[in-house]
């Protein structure tokens, strides 16, 4: 999917529950209630670093973070 966004300049959508998977994207909104709780972006970090991020916030929505 990284290959399709960037070679053709696609926009994609995933939904997922798996924090690794979420790790690779730019952009991610996090739901809590079927509003918008919290809203992380990549930007300049390395894929370890926004994986840590995201556990940050599955932590204050109650998540489960024993995936480390």
């Not at 053709?8 to 730019?26: F, G, K, Q, R």
């Not at 809590?32 to 995201?54: A, P």
């Not at 556990?55 to 998540?63: F, K, P, Q, S």
Request: glycine share 6%; hydrophobic share 40%.
């Amino acid at each position: 999917m990284e290959d399709i966004n960037k070679n053709m300049n696609a926009t994609i959508l995933m939904v997922t529950h798996d924090p690794l998977s979420a790790s690779y994207c730019n952009k991610i909104l996090f739901l809590n209630d079927g509003k918008i709780f919290n809203k992380l972006e990549k930007g300049d970090k390395q894929r370890k670093e926004f994986y840590n991020e995201i556990l940050d916030v599955l932590a204050l929505l109650g998540g489960d973070t024993n995936v480390r």
